[in-house]
């Protein structure tokens, strides 16, 4: 649907990696039993 470039996908992917190295997971927001989640579906799906 939209256009894809490559050296986008790449960036987000090592800002992905580079902020679950930092917070040390995925999250840092205190999530004890869920009943929702909203995931926004933004980045490239790492």
Known sequence: MLP???A???R???QHYAL???LEGNY?????DP???LDVG????Q
Do not use: K, S, Y
Not at 28 to 32: D, E, G, K, W
Not at 42 to 45: K, R
């Open 4 to 6: 894809e470039h490559v």
């Open 8 to 10: 986008e996908i790449d």
């Open 12 to 14: 987000l992917d090592v």
């Open 20 to 22: 679950r190295a930092a």
């Open 28 to 32: 840092i927001a205190p999530v004890t």
């Open 35 to 37: 009943e929702r989640i």
């Open 42 to 45: 933004t980045g490239t799906g």
